[in-house]
């Protein structure tokens, strides 16, 4: 089957990667403009359409630039594409559209499913392959695949076994498409996963230990959950929460050693990793201490 693949930043480039391998026939991508980046804001290409380019793939960066008449795709693969498809388009490919997203659909529909997972202290979430409709993640249901998240997941570690998740049964529906039978969504269990916010980034420790953990592995260790410093915007990274008792102000530090800073919460201690101080590189709390850049006893303000 000729596949008109959709995608656009290194999550979708690790399907199409893996299409490629499996020596599936993409005949055209669709991916978001270029857009400014660095110091230089310089124009950068996404991951997705530097691996066409390097596949001699034509590049589109919208779908009413592609020419159906003349490529015919018979069906097309849509991951982290970053926008919707309106119906003139889905009627365009045969076979239709065919979505991987990162949750056990109905649940966390939306742009942001794994972060909001892992906020939520979800214990399960899993990957689902689904056919495209008018509506946001609701069309009818081709495979999905579970997945346990274990108190130590962060966002980064989970969204690899995702990517690996979704590979495989994409590349399994690929096979023998015709094959497949659709299943419709429970739409009155549908959840939402919106889009990131810089509010959201934000850490509170005057919530517990639990939601504070959940909160910080998140975000970890992109973009990075904050909070304030002595003033100053710092991220934090690596979480675990180790006792549950009352030990002062909420956002204290009472201890560092070599694990990292232990931190009060409204119910407990949590242990935090590391810190990432303004214009500088992540390290750890013992590193900070014997820099002199904090001390037992500061407080991070919620």
């Known amino acids: ?25 993409v005949i055209g991508v669709i991916t978001q403009p270029d857009k400014p980046a660095g110091r230089g804001l310089r124009m950068v290409h ?50 239709g559209y065919y979505n991987i997203h990162p949750s056990l659909l109905p649940k966390y529909r939306g ?20 056919k495209l409709t008018e509506k946001l993640d609701a069309g009818p249901i081709v495979l999905q695949v579970e997945i346990s998240v274990d108190c130590f997941e ?11 998740a979704g590979k495989k049964i994409l590349c399994d529906f690929l096979k023998n498409p015709e094959s497949f039978e659709l299943r419709e969504q429970d739409h009155s269990q549908a959840s939402y996963a919106p889009k990131i916010t810089p509010a959201d980034l934000f850490v509170d420790f ?12 998140a975000y970890d260790s992109r973009p990075g959950a904050r909070t304030f410093f ?40 949590i242990v935090i990793s590391q810190i990432q101080f303004p214009s500088k590189k992540k390290m750890s709390f013992l590193s900070a201490l014997n820099g002199r850049m904090l001390r037992v006893k500061d407080r991070f303000q919620s």
């Open 1 to 25: 089957m000729k596949i008109l693949f959709l995608g656009t930043p290194l999550y979708a480039s690790r399907h199409l990667e893996a299409l490629l391998s499996a020596g599936h026939m």
């Open 46 to 95: 996404s991951p997705v359409k530097d691996l066409a380019l390097k596949n001699k793939i034509p590049v589109f960066e919208s779908l009413k630039d592609f020419p159906f008449d003349r490529l015919t795709p018979d069906i097309g693969i849509v991951v982290a594409y970053g926008g919707l498809i309106k119906k003139k388009f889905l009627d365009l490919i045969p076979f």
């Open 111 to 130: 742009a942001a499913p794994i972060n909001r997972a892992l906020e939520n202290g979800e214990k399960m979430t899993g990957v689902s392959l689904f």
């Open 154 to 164: 962060t966002f980064d570690s989970l969204e690899n076994r995702m990517i690996e």
């Open 206 to 217: 005057r919530k517990d230990s639990e939601a504070v953990k959940n909160k910080i592995r």
């Open 230 to 269: 002595h003033g100053e915007q710092v991220k934090l990274f690596g979480a675990v929460a180790i006792e549950k008792c009352h030990s002062g102000e909420p956002g204290t530090i009472v201890h560092i050693d070599d694990k990292g800073a232990y931190v009060t919460t409204s119910d407990g201690i």
